[in-house]
């Protein structure tokens, strides 16, 4: 976990400080597997047609790696976009 989001939270007794971080452990988790299953279930859907066998044909293998390429550019971006915001905001404090 990140330390900087406790930074605030110095004035709180250790026993909090201990329930806090594992309340953002779990839910930096639970987002992580959220966009997991947002981008499995996005590149199934736009990518697998048929169910002709075990595996990916190549074309689908292709369409899922660029879509999965595609999903966590884009996911990337928006947190760091989503950072530069939360910083500006916190100077202006």
């Given at each position: 976990m990140d330390k900087s989001m406790l930074g605030d939270l110095d004035a709180l007794p250790e026993a909090d400080k201990l329930r806090m971080s594992s309340m953002i452990d779990?839910?930096?988790?639970?987002?992580?597997?959220?966009?997991?299953?947002?981008?499995?279930?996005?590149?199934?859907?736009?990518?697998?047609?048929?169910?002709?066998?075990?595996?990916?044909?190549?074309?689908?293998?292709?369409?899922?790696?660029?879509?999965?390429e595609k999903f966590l550019k884009h996911s990337m971006r928006v947190g760091m976009r989503f950072a530069e915001l939360n910083q500006g905001a916190a100077t202006q404090d």
């Open positions: 779990q839910l930096q988790i639970r987002d992580s597997l959220r966009m997991y299953n947002t981008l499995v279930e996005r590149c199934f859907t736009d990518c697998v047609d048929t169910f002709r066998r075990k595996t990916l044909d190549k074309q689908e293998e292709t369409c899922v790696r660029r879509c999965a």
